[in-house]
Every structure is written in structure tokens, then in C-alpha cells.
């Protein structure tokens, strides 16, 4: 049975900065494309960021590009995303998400995903 469990979240203030951890279980992690999404109360889901099973491709939604950086560690079977310079705007609930298929380069956020549970990033200005 596949587990993900995120971690980092918090408060903070704007401009200050957040490295959230996301690690999997029960699943051959290298071999899966990752990535984070966020989602506001009453909003879409939102793609933040997404890294392929190979470590490449690597895309970010725009409003993040130059504050936001993804990465991992296929040994440790955990995705990282280190938020620098966040804004009010970036107060969202982000979920990791693990591609259900192997060798897929993207993440789609659809049904063939496996979610963790969310953690909560707050900005305060």
C-alpha cells in the first residue's frame, strides 16, 4: 500500500522562507514522477511544481519561478520543495503528489495520483 506523508509547513513571514519534505512509501519511488500542488478554500487546485522520475523535466507555475525550488532524493524516497521570498499569495494548503505510473515524465494532478494528506503553508504580511 503506497503512503505519502508531507511535512514543513508552518507560519511565516513574508519574505521569509519554508522547505517542505514529502516521502513515499510502498512504491518504487525513482521510477515515479513527483511534484507539489496547492489549493485554497473555494479555489482550483493549483500546479506548483513537478519533477520527473528521472529528475527531469522540471516545471513551476509561473507565480513561483525564481522563489521556488524542487527537488529530491530517490534514496531517500522524498521530494523537497524550498520556498524562498513567500508572499501572502503563497498561503495555501500544498499537497504532494506521486504520478501512479512508473516512467510517466509529468504530474498531472489527476485521478491516477497518489496524495498525501497536506500541510498547511501561512504567510503573514
Known amino acids: 500500500q503506497v503512503q505519502v506523508v508531507e511535512s514543513g509547513g508552518g507560519l511565516v513571514q513574508a519574505g521569509g522562507s519554508l522547505r517542505l519534505s514529502c516521502t513515499a512509501f510502498g512504491l518504487n519511488f525513482d521510477l515515479h514522477s513527483v511534484g507539489w500542488f496547492r489549493q485554497a478554500p473555494g479555489k482550483e487546485r493549483e500546479g506548483v511544481s513537478c519533477i520527473g522520475w528521472a529528475g527531469a523535466p522540471i516545471t513551476y507555475a509561473d507565480s513561483v519561478k525564481g522563489r521556488f525550488t524542487i527537488s529530491r532524493d530517490d534514496a531517500k524516497n522524498t521530494l523537497y520543495l524550498q520556498m524562498h521570498a513567500l508572499q501572502s499569495e503563497d498561503t495555501n494548503m500544498y499537497y504532494c503528489?506521486?504520478?501512479?505510473?512508473?516512467?510517466?515524465?509529468?504530474?498531472?494532478?489527476?485521478?491516477?495520483?497518489?496524495w498525501g494528506q497536506g500541510t498547511q503553508v501561512t504567510v503573514s504580511s
Open positions: 503528489a506521486v504520478s501512479r505510473q512508473r516512467f510517466v515524465p509529468s504530474c498531472s494532478g489527476s485521478s491516477d495520483t497518489y
